[in-house]
């Protein structure tokens, strides 16, 4: 194939004859770069339960992802050493944090050796002859994932799933498929969280467009990911390559409330299409325990009844709903399944209680994600409790700066605010970004500092919400020990 120069966000073919020669064979040895990461160890333990044998690398091996993998009998090698190469794989998978002067990918492109990336894996080898559940969007990718896969599991599905988080009812975020009667079965549904970051440094549409979904849910569709897209417009591009994948015979479940989707929308579509949302063929009214009854155009149809919190989550129950219908679950017994729904890691999870002082650890930060997480806590407890919400802008979209001015607005509903974070890491001041929420809003460069100042404010009946799409240094453990003293 000659090479050309093509527009970013043009579709993009990429076909290696070494890795299609590879991808006929019914098990290999494959070679995951980039193998800690959500996805990427998610598709080695898929990989390893369809019979194949896993090894991988990362610059960070360390738990509890490493220790995730070797249980499940995976070596796992620090670093890119190009003696790797040495392992000799059938193949090597390419995730998308691995870039061009890697030293393990030079040395695999000046030798010709078979790669492709995993997305291209999961499609060929795990996805191919599934009915594959899609849930794409800006946010609730993980939660609603995890809420279709639950109903699945409940209705006797005994679907495979692969999500970027860790769904309590399962304790586990990837698997071929579950069990009936206690026995191993081979289902022929698949739910997939579909991600529209970038494929790999040799693929630079999102990830989705190879999962070739049957079911696909567009939750909603906002500008982020700053550092591969350059507008909302770019994102809208990929996100039609989705509808673009989505058969004649498939279904898309939309927002009917975003703009953006309905652009994306207006640009063509071939599948049938159900809409949620306000004036939407599924809509929701919301009981005042936080319980809503579930319609479809316009008949009454389920009632849910669970202990989840914010208009976000019953945006993601309804699609969740909607999309299993698809699949064939009746509506009343979906919404009974969510009943017994226990959220994901890192989803508003509990990390413990001193003193009466509750601290919560949630994976939000968009600001539209820390809207809604302490706007659905604030509805729960209401406004005699104080919220105090403790934030680490460590995304890239965040570290870029893209989305500081809208800091201080998506932190309103918080009674105290501390902010985590140097301006030599971030390249702009968080304490400035901060400063428009006044005295309740202070910033600190050191852990230690903001887990004293966090303690000496906290009071019996406060809720404390940690935010952060990392670590955050331990955080969560040390206010919980500081908090006891």
Partial sequence: MASVKIPYLTFVPYINKHALRVLRTDHMHIHILGICGTFMGGLAVLAKEAGHK?????????????????????????????????????????????????????????????????????????????????????????????????ILEDAGYAPGFLIGGVPMNFGISARLSGTIDGKSAESDFFVIEADEYDTAFFDKRSKFVHYHAKTAVMNNLEYDHADIFPDLHAIETQFHHLVRTVPGIGRLIVNGDEASLQRVLARGCWSEQESFGQDADWQLTEQDNGSFDVLFKGKHEGHVAWSLTGKHNRSNALAAIACARHVGVPIAQACVSLATFDSVKRRMEVRGVVDNITVYDDFAHHPTAIATTVGGLRQKIGKSGRILAVLEPRSNTMKLGAMKDALPGSL????????????????????????????????????????????????????????????FGGVHQKLLEALGR
């Avoid at 030798?111 to 969007?137: C, D, F, M």
């Avoid at 902010?419 to 030599?424: A, E, L, V």
């Fill in 54 to 150: 896993v090894t991988g690398c990362d610059a960070n091996v360390y738990p509890p992802m490493s220790t995730q993998l070797e249980a499940q009998g995976i070596e796992l090698i620090q670093g890119f050493d190009p003696k790797q190469t040495e392992l000799n794989p059938d193949l090597y998978v390419i995730g998308n944090v691995v870039s061009r002067g890697n030293p393990l990918v030079e040395e695999i492109l000046n030798r010709s050796l078979p790669y492709v990336s995993g997305p291209q894996w999961i499609g060929e080898h795990i996805l191919r002859n599934k009915w594959v559940l899609a849930v794409a969007g800006t946010h609730g990718k993980t939660t609603t994932s995890a809420m279709l896969a639950w």
């Fill in 412 to 471: 309103k509903d918080a009674d105290l605010v501390f902010g985590f974070g140097s301006r030599q890491a971030l390249g702009w001041s968080l304490g400035d970004a901060l400063a428009p929420l006044g005295k309740i809003a202070s910033a600190y460069e050191e852990i230690d500092a903001l887990v004293a100042a966090v303690a000496a404010a906290a009071r019996p009946g406060d809720q404390i919400i940690v935010m952060s799409n990392g670590g």
